[in-house]
């Protein structure tokens, strides 16, 4: 990065002067540097760079915030190893912040103090966000969301075309010619929300969701204007634009009339409309928000749908999505709704909230220019699927399922990778 304003500088260094509830400098000041952080982190498992432990990470905002915000940071700053924020330290928290973290929040699970150190990494990555250099193939993912409602880009009609190839497909394997995918049909019980890779890439977990939908007659629709889950600006450390797309959403909401906001299969996206928006909004929604993982357990709790899990007769595991099991909590749910639909599962180790990352998340799949290092420290979770001897993956993500898809390619695991909703349908009985 070159030629750094200074009023760039000056917006960097307001997202750390801005945080006034005290917890950024309770945490920046908490670590011990034990090291415990890098024996959780798959970074350092991979490489065994120390650069890459999560606590360099967290020392790395400190330095910054130890120069600028501090007496003895701004009188004598080499012996607090505070650090300007010029090229160098620019590029260093590029590599480091975005290029070398997920954000999956296991390091806090080992931490002796319970640092919050993917909080501490998005403080990062607002201030990199202010100083415009973020990696450019994930702006260019949220510029895609800002412009056209979705991430990919998707055109409206080429949307349509996928969702009505969907119903007829549906009503084929439901012998049924009135079963329905909706679109913005008003005042349904239910707004469902897709990841734009299912309409792009994996078309079937939509029909799959149809399907189950079909079976438990449930009242929903889609939005054509606003289906889009995911938030990369959470990501990217855009607030504003984060701030905006999940209104956009909520809007939607109001403008349909919906009861309840059904959050599809992707991790992050659960986290940023169920968790983070309320907090970027400051208001309360007056709808119900769930995952699908649990509208799933419900049907099943209620008897609304039958399954029977001799249909899914392959050995199984569960890959945990960090967003959804760890730092969701709904690890328990994930394995009711599985354990309902197959008969074998075998799980990983460590599994549910100690899980590892795929390597897919914080934004990773969207950053080509990590494309190889991400792969090499998903080497972790390759080896976790191939000595649990399993024939399929299960996890309710679709960006897992891409790394997990990647993963497979790379390292010849010989594996399936399917979502909760596939095997669920693969079971329902209509």
């Given amino acids: 990065m070159n030629n750094i304003s200074s009023e760039q500088i000056s917006k960097a260094l307001s997202i750390l002067k801005q945080q006034r509830d005290g917890k950024l400098i309770s945490h920046l000041n908490a670590c011990v540097h034990c090291g415990l952080c890098g024996t959780s982190c798959m970074y350092y498992l991979a490489t ?24 003895f940071g701004k009188l004598i700053p080499s012996w607090v190893n505070a650090r300007e924020i010029n090229e160098y330290t620019v590029d260093e928290m590029v590599d480091a912040l975005f290029g070398s973290c997920t954000m999956c929040g296991r390091c806090v699970k080992h931490c002796s103090i319970g640092v919050d150190i993917p909080f501490i990494v998005r403080i990062g990555r607002m201030m990199l966000a202010a100083l415009n250099a973020v990696p450019a193939s994930l702006q260019a993912t949220v510029n895609a969301a800002m412009e056209t409602g979705n991430n990919m880009a998707i055109p409206t009609t080429e949307f349509i075309d996928t969702i009505q190839w969907m119903e007829e497909e549906l009503q084929d394997e439901m012998n049924d010619k009135e079963a329905r995918i909706p ?83 992707c991790g992050h996206g659960a986290r940023a409309v169920r968790w983070e928006a309320p907090n970027w909004l400051g208001l309360k929604y007056d709808f119900k928000v769930f995952t699908l993982v649990e509208i799933l357990g419900k049907y099943l709790c209620e008897n609304r749908i039958n399954v029977d899990k001799s249909r899914n ?5 569960i890959h945990d999505p960090c967003h959804i099991s760890r730092n969701g909590g709904l690890m328990n749910e994930l394995r009711f709704v599985v354990n309902q639909c197959v008969e074998n599962v075998v799980e ?60 497979n390619a790379t390292y010849k695991l010989g594996i399936q990778v399917k979502t909760v909703a596939e095997i669920v349908a693969d079971s329902v009985l209509v």
């Fill in 348 to 407: 990983m180790s460590p599994h549910g909230a100690d899980a590892f990352c795929c390597g897919g998340g914080g934004g990773q799949l969207a950053m080509g220019e990590y494309n190889e290092r991400r792969l090499k420290t998903g080497k972790l979770k390759a080896d976790q699927i191939k000595a649990t001897g399993v024939q399929v993956v299960i996890t309710p993500c679709h960006n897992c399922v891409d790394q997990l898809m990647q993963l």
């Fill in 313 to 317: 007769n392959k050995i199984y595991t």
């Fill in 48 to 71: 065994g760079d120390p650069k890459m432990m999560p606590a360099c990470k967290v020392d790395m905002v400190a330095s910054i915030y130890r120069r600028y915000c501090t007496t």
């Fill in 183 to 265: 679109l913005d049909e008003p005042d349904k019980k239910i707004l469902y929300t897709l990841n734009p890779r299912e309409p792009k890439f994996f078309p079937l977990s939509i029909s799959a969701v149809a399907k189950i939908f079909y079976a438990a007659k449930e009242n929903w629709t889609i939005s054509t204007a606003m289906y889009d889950i995911t938030n990369y600006a959470f990501f990217s450390g855009d607030t504003e634009k984060a701030r905006i797309l999940a209104q956009r959403l909520i809007d939607e909401m109001e403008k349909l009339g919906c009861e309840t906001l059904v959050l599809g299969e």
